[in-house]
T-cell receptor, first 115, second 113 residues
């Protein structure tokens, strides 16, 4: 069982470049999330999706865009990367939202460095 | 402002002893609390949770205690094992079906053989 798979695992960008992080889940989960983890801070929600074709902003959405064209995939895009976006990015999914018995299943993370 | 706080960045414990990881929160609307465990180069994995209607939940060697009046929860690991060495994140949500979990900054637990 693959669970949640993130690609790429590592990427180095120059300021101003664009890139897309791909998240794929094989658990038929409705909800998908993108978090970032920075030193001295907890995981913070960037964007999320409550189903195919839907997206919504989280706590720190600025500078990112997302798309959920297929239920199993959730893409995170950086149109013009900035050094402040250097972080470890985690994708996660749940069957039906957060709270209660619905716990997040995370991917292994994507480490992004913006020079 | 951090709504979920883990004030101890690290903790070292001898194998076989008890590990106690602490978490404080500020939002009285939080009603569900979770602990996640993270090994290096892996994503966090769910460990144990507790609803605000309870004050204790136990799963094998892991017990979570909730003190609502103090807005404090703790994770007890007894006995601690070297394989428990990881970063532990506390998380909280305000309602079932909520669209965000608020995470603490994590505590790195090292269990010394």
């Amino acid at each position: 069982n693959a669970g949640v798979t993130q690609t790429p695992k590592f990427r180095v960008l120059k300021t101003g470049q664009s890139m897309t992080l791909l998240c794929a889940q094989d658990m038929n989960h409705e909800y998908m999330y993108w978090y970032r983890q920075d030193p001295g801070m907890g995981l913070r929600l960037i964007h999320y999706s409550v189903g195919e074709g839907t997206t919504a902003k989280g706590e720190v959405p600025d500078g990112y865009n997302v798309s959920r064209l297929k239920k199993q995939n959730f893409l995170l895009g950086l149109e013009s990367a900035a050094p402040s976006q250097t972080s470890v990015y985690f994708c996660a999914s749940t069957p039906g939202g957060l709270g209660g018995a619905n716990v997040l299943t995370f991917g292994a993370g994507s480490r992004l460095t913006v020079l | 402002d951090q709504q979920v706080k883990q004030n101890s960045p690290s903790l070292s414990v001898q194998e076989g002893r008890i590990s106690i990881l602490n978490c404080d929160y500020t939002n009285s609307m939080f009603d569900y609390f979770l602990w996640y465990k993270k090994y290096p180069a892996e994503g966090p994995t769910f460990l144990i949770s507790i609803s605000s209607i309870k004050d204790k939940n136990e799963d094998g060697r892991f017990t979570v205690f909730l003190n609502k009046s103090a807005k404090h929860l703790s994770l007890h690991i007894v006995p601690s094992q070297p394989g428990d060495s990881a970063v532990y994140f506390c998380a909280a949500s305000a309602q079932t079906g909520a669209n965000n979990l608020f995470f603490g900054t994590g505590t790195r637990l090292t269990v010394i053989p």
